[in-house]
Each structure stands twice: as structure tokens, then as C-alpha cells.
């Protein structure tokens, strides 16, 4: 028997981690502990230390916690090997957990990055960084399995857990349009109003169009501002059944756009960030495509529409184009490849076995 050490800085590997801190008490663990929330902790894990209220985003954002996070790894580092602990789960968090990680093999202990850092867009020294360091990896996409594994990381390919948990609707409601414009404050700032204006474009040329905002929680009414004057519908804490009943999605970029391709929902993908964040990403950029069904598929069956060129005039007409019958036919078809793609069986018990035993392949 042994204790694990499991960390999650952001919510939603706070959620995977959790599946995964389940499945590893069928190895009797002596104890887990570690770094995570509330679903860690539901999970039975002790935790030391709640990083999620310090997640970031942007460049800026991350370099207004650097020190504190470091000091944060590095006092996790040491308290691990204080209790003696061999082995460690990292889930997602790339920067935070590829600093912790180095810290931890340092102290000869071993470590599974679970939704390891992303490779994909650019920074493919992250690979050659964990390979030199002998970190393993679980991850969650095949395209990025294989370039981890062309760098000689121990790699393992577990499937997505979302693939597992959503399925397409079969009652679609055509005319119900989901609109999903970010859950963190600044994106709503840069793209809700932008939103906003493509859905009065949008009812003026198709007036059956229904619109509903799936709204997180925890954010200042005054952001939805725009979506109100518009008449949009705005519904919290049901962005899931919003999104698998709607026909389409308006959707800012990141893992609802993934939500929504398992959900059989095509989307219209929007981005808009910081200059300086931007500038950089398309310096370093590996890929043409942003949008996660996109990666995943291949190919850019799904609209894209980045800084200079989102506009509610554009967004408003990918849109229609989106909707016409033999377009629409052929994403639907698509996104059930992106399906197929990413389930396998059981990607939470596949990451325990890996960090307790060692034993599953895929």
C-alpha cells in the first residue's frame, strides 16, 4: 500500500481529478492527498492547500501569481517527500504542474501528467522538457499522444472523460440557438457584446431564431448588460442542456466547444484576447485551426472566427451558412467522428491504473 500525492489548480482538473482519486481507492491507498477543490476533496483527498481561486488567464494574468505559485509547488515538493510519498498525479495545470513535476522527480518520486501540457498549438519543448525529466503522460487527445510519444515521453492515450459523459440529443431543437460566450470576466467583456450584436443581426434575417445564454456562476450581472438589451434569454447552470438541445452554438473557444461537438451541437468559434497574449500565440502557433473539434478532426469544419476578424457581421453570417441544410448535414456527420475519436472505456479507472499499477496500454 502507499499514499498518492494528487493536484488540480484549475476547476475543471479539480473534476477530472476528482474521477480519477475514486477510481485509485480500488488500490487500497493509505492515504491521498494533494493540492485541489471541493471535488477533490467530496473525492476523500486531503487537501493542503486550495490553489483554484488563483487560476489565470492571458499572459498578464499568469505573471500576477508566478511567485506565489512557486512558492506554492516548491512547498508542496518538500511536504511530499516528508511523508514519504512515491507517487503523484498532475492534472492539467501545464505551467504550475510542469514546475512541480521537475520538482518532484528531483525527489525521486514518480509522476503521471493527466492531461499533460498542450503541444498542439506550439511549445513542443514542453514534451522534450517532460521526456528529460522522465514525467509520464496520460493523454486525453491522439494527435497530441503521438507527438508526446515523437519525443520519447512515456505516453498513454486514455481517451477525453467528456467523450464518456455526454451524447449527442436526439430531440434537436433547430431554431434554438446556445449562446456561450465564456466563463471568466474579461472574455465576457470581449465577446458578448460582439454576440450580442450578431444575435439582432441574426433576428432580423431569420426571425424563428430562439437565442438562450448559458451563463456560469459567480459573475457580475452587470457583464450579461448586453445580452438583455438584445432580449437574449440568459439561464444559468444549464449550459449542458442548453447546448445538447440547441441547433447551434455561438461559442467562445475552449473545452464547451468540445462540449458542444459531443453533444452533436455544431458551434460558430469565436476568440478574442489580449494583444500581447494573441501576438504571441500566433508567433509560436504549430496549427491553422484553434477550435477543439477542429484539432481533433483534422480539418476546419467548424467556423472560426479570431480577433480582428470576429465581428457581429461575421458571426452573424457563418451562422446562416452554418445552418443550410447540406452544410449542416456534413458537420453533423462529422462531429460524430469526433465522437468516435476520442471514447475509449473508462478513461478515469485507465489514469488510476497507470499511476497504481502501471499495467493498462492504450
Given amino acids: 500500500m502507499a499514499g498518492y500525492l494528487i493536484v488540480a489548480g484549475e476547476v475543471s482538473g479539480d473534476y477530472y481529478a476528482a474521477q480519477a482519486a475514486e477510481k485509485l481507492k480500488d488500490y487500497n491507498p493509505e492515504f491521498l492527498c494533494g493540492l485541489g477543490g471541493e471535488a477533490l476533496e467530496g473525492a476523500g483527498v486531503s487537501i493542503w492547500e486550495n490553489p483554484l481561486n488563483r487560476s489565470t488567464f492571458g499572459v498578464k494574468g499568469g505573471l500576477s501569481n508566478l511567485f506565489s505559485l512557486l512558492a ?10 516528508e511523508m514519504g510519498i512515491k507517487k503523484a498525479l498532475l492534472v492539467d495545470s501545464s505551467g504550475f504542474n510542469m514546475y512541480l513535476g521537475s520538482l518532484l522527480r528531483r525527489r525521486g518520486i514518480e509522476v503521471l501528467h493527466y492531461i499533460p501540457p498542450g503541444v498542439w498549438f506550439w511549445g513542443r519543448w514542453r514534451a522534450r522538457f ?33 467523450a464518456q459523459e455526454l451524447t449527442p440529443e436526439k430531440e434537436k431543437e433547430k431554431d434554438l440557438i446556445a449562446v456561450l460566450p465564456g466563463s471568466r470576466t474579461q472574455e465576457l467583456k470581449d465577446i458578448l457584446p460582439v454576440m450580442a450584436k450578431a444575435v439582432t443581426i441574426l433576428k432580423k434575417k431569420k426571425p424563428e431564431l430562439r437565442f438562450i445564454l448559458a451563463r456560469a456562476s459567480g459573475l457580475a450581472e452587470e457583464l450579461f448588460e448586453p445580452a438583455r438589451e438584445v432580449g437574449i434569454e440568459i439561464v444559468e447552470g444549464k449550459t449542458r442542456e442548453i447546448t445538447g438541445r440547441a441547433g447551434l452554438a455561438l461559442a467562445a473557444s475552449g473545452t464547451v466547444t468540445l462540449e458542444a461537438a459531443l453533444l452533436g451541437t455544431p458551434s460558430v468559434i469565436v476568440y478574442h484576447t489580449d494583444r500581447l497574449t494573441f501576438w504571441l500565440g500566433r508567433r509560436m502557433a504549430r496549427v491553422d485551426s484553434i477550435g477543439l473539434p477542429n484539432l481533433v478532426y483534422g480539418e476546419r469544419f467548424l467556423p472560426e472566427l479570431l480577433q480582428e476578424n470576429f465581428t457581429a457581421e461575421n458571426l452573424a453570417e457563418a451562422a446562416i451558412e452554418t445552418l443550410k441544410p447540406n452544410r449542416y448535414r456534413d458537420i453533423i456527420e462529422k462531429l460524430s467522428r469526433v465522437q468516435s475519436m476520442l471514447e475509449l472505456e473508462d478513461t478515469p479507472g485507465r489514469v488510476a491504473e497507470l499511476l497504481a499499477a502501471g499495467r493498462r496500454e492504450a
Fill in 72 to 81: 506554492l509547488a516548491r512547498r508542496t515538493a518538500r511536504r511530499a517527500k
Fill in 130 to 162: 517532460l521526456a528529460r525529466r522522465g514525467i509520464k503522460v496520460a493523454c486525453i487527445f491522439p494527435r497530441e499522444a503521438e507527438i508526446y510519444r515523437d519525443f520519447g515521453v512515456e505516453t498513454h492515450y486514455v481517451g477525453h472523460p467528456l
